[in-house]
């Protein structure tokens, strides 16, 4: 209960930051798109809170080399399918980002449906400077199953 009031409070109060005038802000177009993307980006950054930033920390600044940055990574802005797939997934081994090596294995979360990854994928897309726009769940399920490949 707590936990969708929340949810609902974060997104009435991007619906304010957007707003109706400013309805196209984060790179949409039309009233229905915004919403969508702002219920997206609202519930996206609730759940990185809940499964991602104990380890890379709510402003999505990471722990040390333990683990990467988000909010200045070039490793996300080159590679959003991979990011989609880590977030499944997750990763062993060597990981570059921003000219550093990363090696702590980060765990999948493969509970989280494709509509909560696509989620979490808009909240990250379009936190800390970038703005890709709404990461609908049909391309979080075509990149899924492709993965492996």
């Known amino acids: ?21 400013l309805w196209g802000c984060l790179g949409k177009t039309g009233k229905q798109e ?6 997206y980006f609202a519930v996206g950054e609730q759940l990185y809170i809940k499964n ?3 380890c890379h920390q ?12 988000l909010n200045t990574s070039d490793f996300m802005d080159k590679n959003p ?37 696509a989620e979490i994928s808009t909240f990250l897309f379009n936190s800390w400077g970038r703005k890709k726009g709404i990461i609908e769940t049909e391309r979080v399920s075509s990149t899924i199953e492709h993965c492996q490949d």
């Open 52 to 54: 991602c930033s104990n």
């Open 81 to 117: 399918e991979k990011v989609i797939c880590l977030i499944k997934y997750g990763i062993e081994g060597e990981l570059l980002v921003n000219g550093s090596q990363y090696n702590k294995a980060m765990p999948g979360i493969p509970s989280l449906t494709e509509l909560e990854i």
């Open 1 to 21: 209960m707590i936990r969708r009031l929340k949810v609902w409070v974060a997104f009435l109060v991007s619906l304010l930051f957007c707003g109706d005038i």
């Open 58 to 69: 709510k402003s999505g600044v990471g722990l040390g080399l333990l683990y990467p940055p």
């Open 34 to 39: 915004s919403v969508k993307f702002q219920q």
